[in-house]
Every structure is written in structure tokens, then in C-alpha cells.
């Protein structure tokens, strides 16, 4: 991660947990194609991926740079939450105006 490099000083803060390492792999590309700045941590295991923990998480953990927090959310949330999440959009029969 260059970007580690040339700003050491930035605090990270986690985003969420995966139970995959494709999972968070990714979610990491996205927000690295997006210029967040973000890595993983606890991923590299091998060929295993890391055991649950109780709760359903795993110890795979995405941290990203405190300032690009609130965007790294958006692009989450926008691409990898459920659609039961997300407003319904509206039944085109509800506009007829009976």
C-alpha cells in the first residue's frame, strides 16, 4: 500500500468485519479504484480463511483513513448492504390515481 508510505500519521479507523477474504478483497478494490484510502487487516492467512467469531464476524477487519470515512461508508453501503436496506422503489399500478 503506498499510499501507507506517504501518510503514515493517518489514523484508520474499521469500517466493518468479513468472514471471506474474497469478501473483503472485494470491497477493498472498490475503495481503492474510488481513492480511499484502506486496507485489511488480519487476511493473510494462507489458503485458511479465518475462523468466526461469536456473533458471525471473523478477525478479517477493513480499516480505512479517518478523513475518507464517510465516503468509504457510502460506497459500502451503496454496493455491498442488502436491498431489503434500501427505500422500495415505488409500484408504477400506485400512480394511477384510482
Given amino acids: 500500500m503506498s499510499w501507507m508510505r506517504e501518510d503514515q500519521d493517518v489514523p484508520l479507523v474499521r469500517l466493518t468485519y468479513f468472514s471471506t477474504s474474497t469478501e473483503a478483497g472485494q470491497v477493498l478494490q472498490l475503495l481503492l479504484n474510488n481513492g480511499i484510502r484502506a486496507l485489511l487487516d488480519?487476511?493473510?492467512?494462507?489458503?485458511?480463511?479465518?475462523?468466526?467469531?461469536?456473533?458471525?464476524?471473523?478477525?478479517?477487519?477493513?480499516?480505512?483513513?479517518?478523513?475518507?470515512?464517510?465516503?468509504?461508508?457510502?460506497?459500502?453501503?451503496?454496493?455491498?448492504?442488502?436491498?431489503?436496506?434500501?427505500?422500495?422503489?415505488?409500484?408504477?399500478?400506485?400512480?394511477?390515481g384510482d
Fill in 42 to 96: 488480519g487476511a493473510n492467512f494462507g489458503s485458511l480463511e479465518p475462523l468466526p467469531l461469536p456473533g458471525g464476524f471473523s478477525e478479517i477487519q477493513l480499516l480505512v483513513a479517518e478523513p475518507d470515512y464517510e465516503r468509504a461508508k457510502e460506497l459500502y453501503e451503496a454496493f455491498f448492504t442488502r436491498g431489503d436496506s434500501i427505500a422500495p422503489e415505488e409500484d408504477p399500478e400506485d400512480e394511477s
